[in-house]
Nanobody
Framework: QVQLVESGGGLVQPGGSLRLSCVASGFTFDYYAIGWFRQAPGKEREGVSCIRTSGETTYYGDSVTGRVTISRDNAKNTVHLEMNILKPDDTGVYSC???????????????WGKGIQVFVSS
């Protein structure tokens, strides 16, 4: 079955870095855009980044632009999210999702991982 499994989260100090990974299985990874989303307690889910099938087209949310880089390794069915200069506002549960439309539009995502906690605090 379709699976998206996140890893790499944890506790980090402000200004620090984390590398999140999303490993996919159960479908043809190359045919799907992959996005990262986050949700902080009491807040709505927010789009963080998305990478289309080519790997050359990427999108970033306004709150993370310049601090985050998304990449994909189709040979390993994996998408990475490098996050730098982390802030307390980056705290939340980060989830990856697949988009068969390759549009990176929210309505295109049809399967989600369970998510992983990122906690930015001193």
């Amino acid at each position: 079955q379709v699976q998206l499994v996140e890893s790499g989260g944890g506790l980090v100090q402000p200004g620090g870095s984390l590398r999140l990974s999303c490993v996919a299985s159960g479908f043809t990874f190359d045919y799907y855009a992959i996005g990262w989303f986050r949700q902080a307690p009491g807040k709505e889910r927010e789009g963080v980044s998305c990478i289309r099938t080519s790997g050359e087209t990427t999108y970033y949310g306004d709150s993370v632009t310049g601090r985050v880089t998304i990449s994909r390794d189709n040979a390993k069915n994996t998408v990475h999210l490098e996050m730098n200069i982390l802030k307390p506002d980056d705290t939340g549960v980060y989830s990856c999702a697949r988009d068969p439309s390759d549009s990176c539009l929210l309505q295109g995502f049809d399967s989600w991982g369970k998510g992983i906690q990122v906690f930015v605090s001193s």
